[in-house]
C-alpha cells in the first residue's frame, strides 16, 4: 500500500474564501479517496475520485485528479469555520489490504 | 446512516495492565482495522483482519497486541500488557467489499497509560 503525500502540511485562510490542498502518490491507483478529520475524532470519507475520471463535485467540494502526474487536488469553496480539520488522500489498494494516511493538510479557517 | 461505534471513548490504565478496546463495525462490512494515532502525529495503520484472520500488520503490532472479533458484531484490540508509549486514540475502521469502498471509522478510544 502506498500513502499520499498532501501539502501544504498547513493552512490559513479567512472564512469565504476557497482552499486548495494537493496529493501525490508514487505508483498506479485504482481510485483515490479523500478524508477529513477534525480535533479528536475519527476520519471522515469526503469524497472519491476513480482513475478514469479527471474531476469530481460534491457540494462545495472539487476533487480533479491527474495520473499523469500522479497528484490530486481538492478544492473547498465558500470555507467556513466548520471546514477547520485536516484533510488526507489515500490511495486504497482493494480488498483488505492496508490503507495508509501521511500527515495530511491541516486548515484553518479564521471566521 | 449506519456508523461505526467505540467503546471507550476515554480508558486509563496503570502501565503493565491489560486493556481491551472494543468496536463495533457496520453490519454488512467484510474488512476491519485498527489504527492509532499519537498526539499530534499521522494516523498510523496497525492491523487488518478480513475472513476471523488477520489479513496485515504493521510493525506496531508486536506480540502485546492482539484482535478478534469474538461473535460475528463486536471487533475487539488486546494490549496484554500497556506501555506509556501505548498512549493514544485507537480507531477502528471497517470496509465494504469493492474496491471502491471507503474507510468507516469510529471516533476513537482515548488511551492514556499511567
Known amino acids: 500500500s502506498q500513502q499520499g503525500e498532501e501539502d501544504p502540511q498547513a493552512l490559513s485562510i479567512q472564512e469565504g474564501e476557497n482552499a486548495t490542498m494537493n496529493c501525490s502518490y508514487k505508483?498506479?491507483?485504482?481510485?483515490l479517496q479523500w478524508y477529513r478529520q477534525n480535533s479528536g475524532r475519527g476520519l471522515v470519507h469526503l469524497i472519491l475520485?476513480?482513475?478514469?475520471?479527471r474531476e469530481k463535485h460534491s457540494g462545495r467540494l472539487r476533487v480533479t485528479l491527474d495520473t499523469s502526474k500522479k497528484s490530486s487536488s481538492l478544492l473547498i469553496t465558500a470555507s467556513r469555520a466548520a471546514d477547520t480539520a485536516s484533510y488526507f488522500c489515500?490511495?486504497?489498494?482493494?480488498?483488505?489490504?492496508?490503507?495508509?494516511f501521511g500527515i495530511g493538510t491541516k486548515l484553518q479557517v479564521i471566521p | 446512516e449506519p456508523e461505526v461505534t467505540q467503546t471507550p471513548s476515554h480508558q486509563v490504565t496503570q502501565m503493565g495492565q491489560e486493556v481491551i478496546l472494543r468496536c463495533v463495525p457496520i453490519?454488512?462490512?467484510?474488512?476491519f482495522y485498527w489504527y492509532r494515532q499519537i498526539l499530534g502525529q499521522k494516523v498510523e495503520f496497525l492491523v487488518s483482519?478480513?475472513?476471523?484472520?488477520?489479513?496485515?500488520k504493521s510493525e506496531i503490532f508486536d506480540d502485546q497486541f492482539s484482535v478478534e472479533r469474538p461473535d460475528g458484531s463486536n471487533f475487539t484490540l488486546k494490549i496484554r500488557s500497556t506501555k506509556l508509549e501505548d498512549s493514544a486514540m485507537y480507531f477502528c475502521?471497517?470496509?465494504?467489499?469493492?474496491?471502491?469502498?471507503?474507510?468507516?471509522f469510529g471516533n476513537g478510544t482515548r488511551l492514556t497509560v499511567t
Open positions: 475520485i476513480r482513475s478514469n475520471e
Open positions: 453490519s454488512n462490512h467484510l474488512y
Open positions: 475502521a471497517s470496509r465494504a467489499q469493492g474496491g471502491d469502498s471507503p474507510l468507516h
Open positions: 483482519f478480513y475472513n476471523n484472520e488477520i489479513s496485515e
Open positions: 489515500a490511495t486504497p489498494p482493494g480488498g483488505y489490504q492496508k490503507v495508509t
Open positions: 505508483t498506479s491507483i485504482n481510485n
